[in-house]
């Protein structure tokens, strides 16, 4: 799994235990490693959505070869153990599912070929052609392994989902770490260390306004967001506020705050719930104590906080991909059609046999 941020690679080893039967799931996280990019490999995929053609196929397949050659090396920490199958997210160039399409890169035939293991791919397409989403896939995981009352998952961009007692809701709602992270980088730093320097800037209530009336953070679900979107509507905004990064940062916590409250009072519609409300709070964005502090501040609901291991918190996408993988093979749905909008649930997943059978 890469991500938006451009941090690295994500890689996890997992053991999974799925009955037939009952559909009941077990699952445990063995190993993971996060493998940074190389700078030259990390610039051309920020670039990747504005290139041409036969770079954009190179760049596909040089990701593909970098993803195979770091699994060949995660494995051999682990010469024991025998692995089934590869399932891989890739990289997102560009989603855009209202015009049919989501694009990540990153070969599985690159993977599968070099890594002589059975690779699965490109999960998101046969939802959006369903007319879906194809997004957000979290929900899936959410589901099937934790017992919290919300999950909010905090990457490049934040996502959450809930149960609504028939069925499993879920959808993107906030720009999260991509702008923290774009905003910190003006100050030399990768990510602002648990929120301190947001924490030390104000809120400038114009600047807030301008991203909360963004069409895409009002939109109602289900909805997804677009990476190079984000940056071509909110980069701007920010390039022009004029303002301090430090305050920038703050204004774009309360921003992320203040729609995850939004969230919340939605929430309050659809049902009753026990309170306090379990919350599990994963991703990079969990480590930031200040985003955390204002979303349980603002929101309208008495929440306690559902905490799992720093681990699996940060490794949940790549755990997700894994248990996509595994619903793909033994054919069952691994998107739901509740989250994305699609006409049925469905089974995404392009599978690449390493070897003929």
């Known amino acids: 799994m890469s991500g938006s941020s451009l941090d690295g690679l994500d890689i996890a080893l997992c053991k999974v235990d799925l009955d037939l039967k009952s559909k009941s799931v077990k699952m445990d996280l063995l190993q993971a490693d996060c493998v940074a990019f190389p700078t030259d490999l990390q610039d051309q995929l920020a670039q990747g959505p504005q290139l041409e053609l036969r770079s954009f196929l190179e760049l596909d397949a040089t990701l593909g070869q970098f993803m195979a050659a770091a699994v060949h090396q995660f494995l051999e920490r682990a010469p024991e153990i025998k692995v089934d199958f590869i399932a891989s997210h890739g990289h997102t160039i560009i989603h855009d599912p209202v015009k049919g399409y989501s694009c990540q890169i990153g070969s599985a035939a690159q ?22 989403q194809g997004a957000p896939m979290a929900p899936l995981i959410d589901q099937v392994l934790y017992h919290a009352d919300v999950c909010v998952n905090i990457g490049g961009i934040a996502n959450l989902s809930y149960s609504n007692g028939a069925q499993r809701v879920g959808f993107d709602f906030a720009p999260a770490n991509q702008l923290l992270n774009y905003l910190s980088a003006k100050l030399g730093s990768a990510y602002d260390d648990q929120g301190k320097i947001a924490q030390s800037g104000q809120v400038h209530d114009s600047l807030l306004q301008a991203m909360l009336e963004v069409p895409m953070i009002v939109a109602a679900a289900p909805k997804s967001f677009d990476n190079t979107e984000l940056q071509t509507v909110f980069l701007p905004i920010l390039n022009q506020s004029n303002i301090s990064i430090a305050d920038q940062l703050a204004t774009c916590v309360e921003l992320i705050a203040i729609t995850f409250k939004h969230c919340m009072e939605d929430l309050k519609k659809v049902g009753t719930f026990d309170t306090p409300l379990k919350v599990l709070f994963t991703g990079g964005g969990a480590k930031n104590d200040f985003l955390i502090h204002r979303m349980m501040e603002l929101c309208s609901l008495d929440i306690t906080r559902v905490k799992i291991s720093a681990e699996e918190s940060d490794m949940k996408e790549a755990m997700l991909m894994v ?7 033994s054919g069952m749905p691994n998107l739901l059609s509740s989250v994305t909008g699609s006409a049925e649930d469905n089974m995404g997943g392009a599978v690449y046999q390493a070897k003929a059978k």
């Open 111 to 132: 993977l599968a070929a070099q890594t002589g293991l059975t690779t699965i791919s490109d999960f998101r397409n046969i939802d959006i052609a369903l007319g879906g």
């Open 323 to 329: 248990l996509a993988g595994v619903y793909r093979l």
